[in-house]
Nanobody, 120 residues
Framework: VKFVESGGGLGQPGGSLSLSCLAS????????MSWYRHAPGIESELVAW????????EYIDSVVGRFTISRDDAKNTLYLQMNKLKPEDTALYYCNRGAHPSASSVSSSWGQGTPVIVSS
């Protein structure tokens, strides 16, 4: 199992960034997928998840209306569109399987993450 996150960088408050996660080593289309973030000094949190088949998505309250999770099963790729960025979105963003941190489908193999820094 392997995840390669990309697309992070420096964003301005109110701006946008688009993250991607290329997954391999497992049947991507059959798994729920999630984005997590880890900010310095703050416990890692699950930001959003999407079901297999793309029928259901869920977000933490702080990103509702601003972030959109999506997937392209043909490309084994998970996306996170981040709009209306806020400084508190600054974190290292990761993807993984499952819809909950304790789900049995979560892989112990994490990618390197992609950094998002929101600052003017």
């Amino acid at each position: 199992v392997k995840f390669v996150e990309s697309g992070g960088g420096l964003g301005q408050p109110g701006g946008s960034l688009s993250l991607s996660c290329l997954a391999s080593g497992f049947p991507f289309s059959t798994y729920f997928m999630s984005w997590y973030r880890h900010a310095p000094g703050i416990e890692s949190e699950l930001v959003a998840w999407i079901s297999n088949g793309r029928e259901t998505t869920e977000y933490i309250d702080s990103v509702v209306g601003r972030f959109t999770i999506s997937r392209d099963d043909a490309k084994n790729t998970l996306y996170l569109q981040m709009n209306k960025l806020k400084p508190e979105d600054t974190a290292l963003y990761y993807c993984n399987r499952g819809a909950h941190p304790s789900a049995s489908s979560v892989s112990s193999s994490w990618g390197q993450g992609t950094p998002v820094i929101v600052s003017s």
